[in-house]
């Protein structure tokens, strides 16, 4: 069963998904920048993160991809050996994320048309709360679209609570309480063990806990998601990026930050900004046909490692050029670092510093064949930025990108 368990230095929970994979309050400061909140005054208490859930186009293939490449082990499935006709779910972890990837069996599938109108994507934000019922309340009061009702479903594993909210695009946030639960993911899902195998030598995860996930929304709605997250779900703002920040000689963005109170569940929000071309949120929402979830950034407590790790496994990531690592104002700005500045050098990793300490951060390439979803590996020593110093490098490496697919 689901369960938290108190912890006077957070104000806060271990959810069971974070026991699970062996995590600590103090491990998780470091990997997602956890604080101190008052619980007491929160309108919409979230406990974590509960499932990051995909529409692919197909299922099968990708399960084996997030075994294979990025080191997730299955835990749980549904598909028509057990009654569901409609499409096949696998169910995989890495530390405390769990993935779920839905790809169409039947053909008049709802999953046929999204997957023909996006891509593969990000359909469901599940986030873990206490109370479903007090959660759909306040949103319902503050205005935001229930797409699922609060509702009991059950078998022999006992009895979840859940319901949905709309968000950006087409996704949603489907709100799980999984208290009086102990399967292995949901009523209609089976407990499966991966049949792949990693190679020897490869770490026991590449990585541990989900950082944040990036929203891209349209020109102009970037302050009413953020109006959205404060008001329905109580979000706090944690930070702004805008103008010659967040710019570069051909494209701009403009970026705001929520997250709830101990920032356990952060979401920075994207829109594009008038420039002389096509900036990567436009191109994001071009391909993915509207707004949608466009980066997942997930924590490792060794950077190096992991991408040592997923490069063997042939995941591509952005190329930094050399001028970075010699510039000698980013030299004098960071500091001091865990490794030397040659070995994230070699392996193409950014590193920034702010008033609360540092962070090492990587993306990759897009995962599909639209240049739309990408993960973020990111290794947080006390910072609690986002790479604010790193962005003009890392938007003129997607340029770089960009123009080689002719987008720009």
């Known amino acids: 069963m689901t369960t938290t368990h108190e912890t006077p230095s957070t104000g806060g929970a271990l959810t069971e998904d974070e026991l699970k994979a062996d995590l600590t309050v103090d491990q998780l400061k470091q990997l997602v920048g956890l604080v101190e909140y008052d619980e007491d005054g929160d309108v919409f208490p979230v406990t974590g993160w509960d499932a990051i859930v995909f529409c692919v186009g197909n299922a099968t293939q990708a ?7 990025w080191g997730m082990r299955l835990e749980a ?3 028509p050996e057990h009654g569901n006709r409609d499409h096949k779910s696998f169910v995989l972890r890495s530390g405390s994320i769990r993935f779920v990837l839905n790809g169409a069996v039947d053909p ?3 999953l046929v048309e999204h997957h023909r109108k996006h891509g593969d994507g990000v359909t469901d934000i599940a986030l873990e709360v206490p109370d479903v019922d007090r959660c759909i309340a306040q949103a319902r009061k503050a205005g935001a679209r229930v797409v699922r009702e609060a509702e009991d479903v059950t078998d ?11 968000t950006y695009g087409e996704t949603i946030h ?7 639960y102990d399967g292995p993911y949901l009523p209609g899902y089976v407990a499966v063990s991966s049949t792949y195998e990693a190679r020897p030598g490869q770490p026991k995860r590449l990585f541990q806990a989900l950082d944040h996930i990036v929203g891209n929304v349209e020109l102009g709605h970037m302050d009413e998601w953020v109006g959205f997250y404060n008001r329905v779900m109580g979000f706090v703002n944690m930070a702004e990026f805008i103008g010659d920040d967040i710019a570069t000689d051909y494209s701009a963005l403009m970026s705001k930050v929520v997250a709830n109170g101990n920032h356990r569940v952060k979401f920075p929000l994207n829109e594009p900004a008038i420039a002389k071309r096509k900036s990567q949120i436009d191109e994001y929402l071009e391909f993915y046909r509207g707004a949608g979830a466009q980066h997942l950034a997930v924590a490792t407590n060794d950077i190096l ?10 995941v591509e990531f952005l190329n930094t050029p050399d001028s970075y690592y010699e510039d000698p104002e980013l030299r004098a700005r960071i500091g001091n670092v865990r490794v030397p500045i040659e ?9 920034d510093r702010d008033e609360d300490g540092y962070l090492l951060q990587i993306f990759t390439k897009p995962l599909g064949d639209r240049p739309t979803v990408f993960f973020e590996l990111i290794e947080r020593h006390g910072s609690l930025g986002f790479g604010k110093g790193n962005f003009k490098a890392l938007f003129e490496a997607i340029e770089r990108e960009q123009d080689l697919r002719g987008n720009l």
Do not use: F
């Not at 399960?63 to 490449?69: K, R, T």
């Not at 022999?156 to 709309?166: D, L, N």
């Not at 490692?305 to 042939?314: E, F, P, Q, W, Y």
């Open 63 to 69: 399960a084996h991809y997030y075994q294979s490449a």
């Open 77 to 79: 499935y549904s598909g």
């Open 108 to 110: 008049d599938s709802p």
């Open 156 to 166: 022999e594993h006992g009895t979840v609570r859940i319901a949905a909210i709309a």
């Open 174 to 180: 489907t709100l799980v309480d999984r208290s009086r």
């Open 305 to 314: 490692a992991s991408v040592d790790a997923l490069r063997a496994n042939g």
């Open 343 to 351: 070995e994230l050098q070699k392996r193409g990793i950014l590193v």
